[in-house]
């Protein structure tokens, strides 16, 4: 099977620098994706690694290792509309993605 | 297009009762899915669809679900004999095949209350 990892809750400061973490087990993968959702609200794609390395968009970087079955989220200048919830999520062949639990960053 | 569509946004009913949701995706996509969200966790995978196949369906799925697509436009998840565990937000998500990159959009959900 396939499960991912993240922290339940993360907590930083305005302007600061987080980073959210997601470790994953699976048998193989296209890539690596991350959400955000805001309380009550729809999730929204936020970014995807299909390759290892960083990709930057704007405030947001993520990561991915596959040698190391791990990624993260990198939220730069931090903002009060920063806190939310964020969901790693696993791309695979012939299915759907599979989401992590979850990480509250307040 | 206005994105994912979905109706009812609540609903209560008693246990025991059936309900129907809807699911408007955007048009061009040709994959549907259907969630389902408990509080404090990550989305759930229930059932997906290409086009009008269903493709797979999660063991979560029990046989008083169902889902349908017909015609490949919406879709409509249907509960049978709700028990008060079927409580949730249930979400429906619409992409185009091997998106990877681009990501799903997700409707705004149908958050169910049995009681």
């Known amino acids: 099977g396939q499960s991912l990892e993240q922290p339940s809750e993360v907590t930083a400061v305005e302007g600061a620098i987080v980073q959210i973490n997601c470790t994953y087990q699976?048998?193989?993968?296209?890539?690596l994706s991350w959400y955000q959702q805001h309380d009550g609200g729809a999730p929204t794609f936020l970014s995807y690694?299909?390759?290892?390395g960083l990709e930057e968009t704007g405030r947001f970087s993520s990561f991915l290792s596959r040698s190391d079955s791990y990624g993260y989220l990198l939220l730069q200048e931090l903002q009060m509309k920063d806190s939310s919830s964020y969901f790693c999520a696993l791309n695979q062949a012939g299915t759907a993605l599979i989401f992590g639990k979850g990480t509250t960053l307040s | 297009d206005t994105g994912v569509s979905q109706n009812p946004r609540h609903k209560i009913t008693k246990r025991g009762q059936n309900v129907t949701f809807r699911c408007d995706p955007i048009?061009?996509?040709?994959?549907l899915y259907w969630y389902r969200q408990t509080l404090g966790q990550g989305p759930e995978f229930l059932t997906y669809f290409q086009n009008e196949a269903q493709l797979e369906k999660s063991r979560l799925l029990s046989d008083r679900f169902s889902a349908e697509r017909p015609k490949g436009s919406f879709s409509t998840l249907e509960i049978q004999r709700t028990e008060q565990g079927d409580s949730a937000m249930y979400l429906c998500?619409?992409?185009?095949?091997?998106?990877?990159?681009?990501?799903?959009?997700f409707g705004s959900g149908t958050r169910l209350t049995v009681v």
């Open positions: 699976t048998s193989g993968f296209y890539g």
């Open positions: 998500a619409s992409s185009l095949a091997l998106t990877g990159g681009n990501g799903y959009t």
């Open positions: 690694n299909g390759l290892d």
């Open positions: 048009s061009e996509h040709n994959r």
